[in-house]
T-cell receptor, first 113, second 109 residues
Framework: DTGVSQDPRHKITKRGQNVTFRCDPISEHNRLYWYRQTLGQGPEFLTY????????KSRLLSDRFSAERPKGSFSTLEIQRTEQGDSAMYLC???????????FGSGTRLTVV | RKEVEQDPGPFNVPEGATVAFNCTYS??????FFWYRQDCRKEPKLLMS???SGNEDGRFTAQLNRASQYISLLIRDSKLSDSATYLCVVKGNTGKLIFGQGTTLQVKP
């Protein structure tokens, strides 16, 4: 499979628990992005990496959120002390550098109960 | 004000109709423009890039007006399979994509 893969596809967690999501981008893509999407809205930018460097973080990314891409390949997004408002689809995308669109993974749907 | 604004619809049209979606963006430094399609509970997928000269891909035509900061998508001869949400997207000089809210299209038999 040469697309962007995300794991898990679905996650149900209790409020206050920590969760971690993984994204494996297309191997030749050096840019990796995380977005969050809630019902009826377009995807909202969270953060992005070029290789292992985190180049931009949205104000949406509170202190409870952290993302890493330690070797410039896969990335993880961790949410600590989850809240019900964190329930959303978390999308990962990758792209080569330049004027291109992204390829998205299938997303991780998080439900906080 | 949102950076990318779209009419959320829904647009309900019969098969065979022509439908147009519009979008405006606020950042004049935006460099690249796209339309993405998103099916229910699926990830967004690139439909087409948008160029100043206008571009066409089969039944789909995209236009960009940089002076007015306006992007459009025209779908001719609508098919049932065109039913989806269409996301207007701009890429700024920082490299990230900014998405509009999306416009929902429902094509009916």
């Amino acid at each position: 499979d040469t697309g962007v893969s995300q794991d898990p596809r679905h996650k149900i967690t209790k409020r206050g628990q920590n969760v971690t999501f993984r994204c494996d981008p297309i191997s030749e893509h050096n840019r990796l992005y995380w977005y969050r999407q809630t019902l009826g809205q377009g995807p909202e930018f969270l953060t992005y990496f070029q290789n292992e460097a985190q180049l931009e973080k949205s104000r949406l990314l509170s202190d409870r959120f952290s993302a890493e891409r330690p070797k410039g390949s896969f990335s993880t997004l961790e949410i600590q002390r989850t809240e019900q408002g964190d329930s959303a689809m978390y999308l990962c995308a990758s792209s080569p550098a330049g004027e291109y669109g992204y390829t998205f993974g299938s997303g991780t749907r998080l439900t906080v109960v | 004000r949102k950076e990318v604004e779209q009419d959320p619809g829904p647009f309900n049209v019969p098969e065979g109709a022509t439908v147009a979606f519009n979008c405006t963006y606020s950042n004049s430094a935006s460099q690249s423009f796209f339309w993405y399609r998103q099916d229910c509970r699926k990830e967004p997928k690139l439909l087409m890039s948008v160029y100043s000269s206008g571009n066409e891909d089969g039944r789909f035509t995209a236009q960009l007006n940089r002076a007015s900061q306006y992007i459009s998508l025209l779908i001719r001869d609508s098919k049932l399979s065109d039913s989806a949400t269409y996301l207007c997207v701009v890429k700024g000089n920082t490299g990230k994509l900014i998405f509009g809210q999306g416009t929902t299209l429902q094509v009916k038999p």
